[in-house]
């Protein structure tokens, strides 16, 4: 009976091998591998620049409300918060009596006193009555594969290998929780500071423990 039994398993085996989709086709290759099977999964990090236009009326340096409300309405539709950087078009100064550098000087100090910290950058095209405001913001996208949503190969699955989807989460987890993309590919230099104010909130702890433990004892 055993005999029986291992000489049908070996059949059963053969019959699947001849029915599988590389038996009909030997050039399907959807099934798991080593290659589709890989765990680890891409995050790209793309720089943007959004940009707004400060338009300004002829011989003015004055900025008008609606540019006003257009730096304000750019600055919350972009998520620019608090304390950001910033940096506004700084034209020439030659030939315009100051009136340039007065705007450039109306719209950094606009920026300046909400809270933002601003750098000039110099454009080699400059528009007449208009500056431009830059923001850089930093974008991080997963690996277009996991696009596809949770599918399973086609084929056999003796290879017992992970599927395609695996480690897709985790990296859609990592990119949605940073808080500044930027850091996943140019992180900040830790400041030694940060070490040591922990070091020394535990060294206290420990002389704080470490004495009343002796004062009780010599009770």
């Known amino acids: 009976m055993k005999r029986l039994n ?29 290659q589709n099977a890989n765990l680890a999964k891409n995050i790209s990090v793309d720089k943007l620049t959004p940009t707004v236009i ?57 920026l300046q006193d909400r809270g933002f910290k601003i750098s000039p950058v110099v454009t080699k095209e400059n528009s007449r009555d208009s500056l431009r405001v830059y923001s850089t913001k930093y974008v991080a996208t997963v690996d277009p594969d996991c696009e596809n949503g949770w599918y399973r ?23 949605g929780m940073v808080d500044n993309p930027k850091d996943l590919i140019d992180p900040n230099n830790s400041s030694p500071a940060i070490g040591e104010r922990a070091a020394k909130a535990v060294e206290t702890y420990r002389a704080g423990a470490g004495g009343a433990s002796t004062s009780s004892e010599s009770n």
């Open 6 to 34: 291992l000489i049908s398993l070996v059949a059963l085996s053969a019959l699947s091998v001849a029915c599988s989709p590389v038996a009909f086709d030997p050039s399907f290759n959807e099934t798991a591998s080593p």
């Open 54 to 110: 400060v338009e300004f009326e002829p011989g003015r340096a004055g900025m008008s409300d609606l540019s006003k409300g257009k730096i304000l309405g750019f600055l919350e539709a972009q998520g620019i918060g608090f304390g950001a950087d910033l940096e506004v078009e700084l034209p020439t100064f030659v030939g315009n009596s100051g009136l340039n550098e007065q705007r450039f000087g109306e719209v950094s100090e606009f």
């Open 153 to 175: 190969p086609k084929g056999l699955g003796f290879e017992n290998l992970p599927l395609p989807n695996m480690g897709c989460s985790t990296a859609n987890a990592l990119a």
